[in-house]
């Protein structure tokens, strides 16, 4: 039989597990809401209860479990430091109490990183050695694969690209620095350019699409989707400023390939053209060769970046 593992992709609002093998096959899916409650052991016994319900599925004792989760995580501790969506995620460790009930080792990995080892195992990244992975939706995140493993830092939290900083002058992040891919290209930055327009009557037809409620990334790409130019300058701009950012990492780095996934990509050429001309602009000597890639695991890309962590682990 092939090996298996229990992954579990933590969401915003539903906790997402599964039964993963070897070539990427998932099987018994399951899902919960995600827990509301602040209180840990709560938490801890509704996701316990969450994959022993999924490991129960498999023919033979799966060889591992993982949780991806956003947030600040400390794997070699098995902690969430910060997981914004989840307010018992404090300073908790996960993976002692999972693992005792369950029976198997149990690790946690910041869901970017997982999605970096899952694109090199069985997504766009297969047959690179060396991989960098760009998350682009709400925040901004990424990870990387060096020689077919997953690099943590120091003190684990490495791939944390939206923290690039692109403008010193730039608007302030959530982090406390100011001009940080994330505060410049991320949904939720989308979402401000959406509402300096809004503020200076830039844009009728965005003002047409939303009215008097708050703005959204969404609304922006719709709006210069139909024809509006202030609106599709921004999206362009964002892209460039991304491109940058990724060129400069490129120098640094030296990939194989970059990969890209996230909810902005439903942006296209639009943002995508000019992040690549950016991107390939800066990139030095060899690095210009850089492979750009999207991401090939679609909806299924926490599931089995957890999963391609667990077999990791289960090989050390």
């Given at each position: 039989m092939a090996r298996t593992v229990v992954a579990a992709d933590l969401g915003g609002t539903h906790v997402r597990a599964a039964l993963v093998e070897e070539n990427g096959r998932i099987t018994g899916r399951r899902d919960i809401r995600t827990p509301a409650t602040a209180e840990?052991?709560?938490?801890?016994?509704?996701?316990?209860?969450?994959?022993?319900?999924?490991?129960?599925?498999?023919?033979?004792?799966?060889?591992?479990?993982?949780?991806?989760?956003?947030?600040?995580?400390?794997?070699?501790?098995?902690?969430?430091?910060?997981?914004?969506?989840?307010?018992?995620?404090?300073?908790?460790?996960?993976?002692?109490?999972?693992?005792?009930?369950?029976?198997?080792?149990?690790?946690?990995?910041?869901?970017?990183?997982?999605?970096?080892?899952?694109?090199?195992?069985?997504?766009?990244?297969?047959?690179?050695?060396?991989?960098?992975?760009?998350?682009?939706?709400?925040?901004?995140?990424?990870?990387?694969?060096?020689?077919?493993?997953?690099?943590?830092?120091?003190?684990?939290?490495?791939?944390?690209?939206?923290?690039?900083?692109?403008?010193?002058?730039?608007?302030?992040?959530?982090?406390?620095?100011?001009?940080c891919l994330e505060a410049m290209v991320s949904g939720v930055a989308f979402a401000a350019r959406a509402r300096r327009l809004l503020a200076k009557s830039a844009s009728p037809v965005l003002k047409e699409i939303v009215g008097y409620r708050e703005p959204t990334s969404a609304d922006l790409f719709l709006a210069a989707k139909a024809g509006d130019r202030a609106c599709e300058a921004e999206i362009r701009h964002g892209g460039h400023l991304l491109g940058l950012g990724l060129g400069s990492l490129v120098n640094v780095l030296n990939p194989d390939a970059v990969t890209l996934s996230g909810g902005m990509l439903v942006m296209g050429e639009m943002f995508l053209a000019p992040m690549r001309e950016a991107m390939f602009s800066i990139a030095y000597g060899p690095a210009s060769g850089t492979s750009l890639r999207l991401s090939a695991l679609g909806d299924d890309a926490g599931l089995l970046g957890a999963a391609a962590v667990a077999f990791e682990r289960a090989t050390e």
């Open positions: 840990s052991h709560v938490i801890l016994g509704e996701i316990a209860a969450l994959l022993k319900a999924v490991a129960s599925s498999a023919a033979d004792a799966p060889v591992g479990a993982c949780l991806a989760s956003p947030g600040l995580i400390s794997a070699d501790e098995g902690k969430v430091i910060i997981a914004p969506n989840i307010a018992g995620f404090r300073n908790l460790v996960l993976t002692v109490p999972l693992a005792s009930q369950l029976g198997i080792p149990v690790a946690i990995e910041n869901d970017a990183s997982a999605a970096a080892l899952g694109e090199w195992r069985f997504g766009a990244g297969q047959g690179c050695r060396h991989l960098l992975h760009a998350t682009i939706g709400t925040g901004i995140g990424g990870g990387l694969v060096i020689d077919g493993r997953l690099y943590r830092g120091a003190k684990g939290f490495a791939g944390e690209i939206g923290h690039t900083i692109i403008d010193p002058g730039g608007p302030r992040c959530a982090c406390g620095s100011r001009g």
